[in-house]
């Protein structure tokens, strides 16, 4: 299977701790998002890069967030200090840019729960 | 700011029957529009996506409109079975970049 892979899928995390989720994309796809969700919500958009350069950072990604997409391929997204407020469902997503129009690949998500 | 919303009540359907999901956007004027399913602890799959030249669009037993006039997307889903229950997020482009602005979706549970 070469779609979108995220690790780890569970999280479970004290308040004060750092977490760090890994995501690999669809290997030729040189766009990758990092969207975040919570229960009853639509994805809410975080952040994305052009192969290694992130272009975009939404007003959601406080400075606790920060996001790195070394090399192009595979990307991680730490979070420092981790509140309660971060419980949520990471989700990643890659896309081939080209042609304006593009389809987004959605991995199966990382659970995050901070107590 | 753009705003997407969708039915927020769930939509209980019989087997069979036609599900019809709305997606409603404000402050907008989109190139196109996707609609993506979700299941429950899953991420969204892409289905769908129409361009705003375009009325409709139809995928096996899916078809979507596109009314740029009214701001408006119907998702239809005919001959529903019990395998389509799920959310249905429609999803909306931002800016540059290919970033997505979502609805909150709608949960449809279609009975046998």
């Known amino acids: 299977d070469t779609g979108v892979s995220q690790n780890p899928r569970h999280k479970i995390t004290k308040r004060g701790q750092n977490v760090t989720f890994r995501c690999d994309p669809i290997?030729?796809?040189?766009?990758l998002y990092w969207y975040r969700q919570t229960l009853g919500q639509g994805p809410e958009f975080l952040t994305y890069f052009q192969n290694e350069a992130q272009l975009e950072k939404s007003r959601l990604l406080s400075d606790r967030f920060s996001a790195e997409r070394p090399k192009g391929s595979f990307s991680t997204l730490e979070i420092q200090r981790t509140e309660q407020g971060d419980s949520a469902m990471y989700l990643c997503a890659s896309s081939l840019e080209g042609g304006g129009v593009t389809e987004a690949f959605f991995g199966q998500g990382t659970r995050l729960t901070v107590v | 700011s753009q705003k997407i919303e969708q039915n927020s009540e769930a939509l209980n359907i019989q087997e069979g029957k036609t599900a019809t999901l709305t997606c409603n956007y404000t402050n907008y004027s989109p190139a196109y529009l996707q609609w993506y399913r979700q299941d429950p602890g899953r991420g969204p799959v892409f289905l769908l996506l129409?361009?705003?030249?375009?009325k409709e669009k139809r995928k096996e037993r899916l078809k979507v409109t596109f009314d740029t006039t009214l701001k408006q997307s119907l998702f239809h889903i005919t001959a529903s079975q019990p395998a389509d229950s799920a959310t249905y997020l429609c999803a909306l482009p931002y800016n540059q970049g290919g970033k997505l602005i979502f609805g909150q979706g709608t949960e449809l549970s279609v009975k046998p």
């Open positions: 129409i361009r705003e030249n375009e």
């Open positions: 290997s030729e796809h040189n766009r």
